[in-house]
């Protein structure tokens, strides 16, 4: 079971918005900064927004990431075949002292 | 561009210690701010941290795994390695390599990540 805590599953067709959420408490989310990444199947994982919302060079506008309290979300607008892949939240937890990830959610685009 | 890749055996016997070993190119092993990672996924699983090695040699490692894991670091080589004892089925995973750095006063993240390498736990 993991620290942060994600939806298995999310779903949605090309062109339309999805989120995905990512759940902590106050040792990780709701005090370190939230990362995500995107891993599609037999690669490794890519860093896809750092720090709860910044785009690293080269990752599209249609990501979004943003933060509250002990969540956090991860937003795909216009969405693409090609996001089709695993996305996983990443913090520093604070009770543990090491970084914990959440489980990962599997996106399918319809 | 720094680059990172992972080798070392891709069959371990029970009971016995994993070894690999990343090698960092395109950057040095010895920059400030940075901290050498290993991450690992059991097949068909979710990402687990194990821990994480500065150049100067300080150690953080994932309070599961901390008393069969070493993490070392070789700067002459631009290298650094990971140990685990005492292995089982269970730490069957592909295990990466990655850089975790950040930037400015942002909080750190997994930048630069190796393309993983497949170690089963078999006899």
């Known amino acids: 079971q993991s620290v942060l805590t994600q939806p298995p599953s999310a779903s949605g067709t090309p062109g339309q918005r999805v989120t995905i959420s990512c759940s902590g408490s106050s040792s990780n989310i709701g005090s370190k900064t939230v990362n995500w990444y995107q891993q599609h199947p037999g690669t490794a994982p890519k860093l896809l927004i750092y720090s709860n919302s910044q785009r690293p060079s080269g990752v599209p506008d249609r990501f979004s990431g943003s933060k509250s309290g002990t969540s956090a979300s991860l937003a795909i607008s216009g969405l693409q075949s090609e996001d089709e892949a695993d996305y996983y939240c990443e913090a520093w937890d604070d009770s543990l002292n090491g970084v914990v990830f959440g489980g990962g959610t599997k996106l399918t685009v319809l | 561009q720094v680059q990172l890749q992972e080798s070392g055996p891709g069959l371990v016997k029970p009971s016995q210690t994993l070894s690999l070993t990343c090698t960092v190119s395109?950057?040095?092993?010895?920059?400030?701010?940075?901290?050498w990672s290993w991450i690992r996924q059991p097949p068909g699983k979710g990402l687990e941290w194990i821990g994480y090695?500065?150049?100067?040699?300080?150690?953080y490692y994932n309070p599961s795994l901390k008393s069969r894991v070493t993490i070392s670091v070789d700067t002459s080589k631009n290298q650094f390695s990971l140990k685990l004892s005492s292995v089982t089925a269970a730490d069957t995973a592909v295990y990466y390599c990655a850089s975790r750095g950040r930037t400015g006063s942002s909080g750190y993240y997994f930048d630069y990540w190796g393309q993983g390498t497949l170690v089963t736990v078999s006899s």
């Open positions: 090695i500065y150049y100067s040699g300080s150690t």
């Open positions: 395109g950057g040095s092993i010895s920059r400030g701010d940075y901290y």
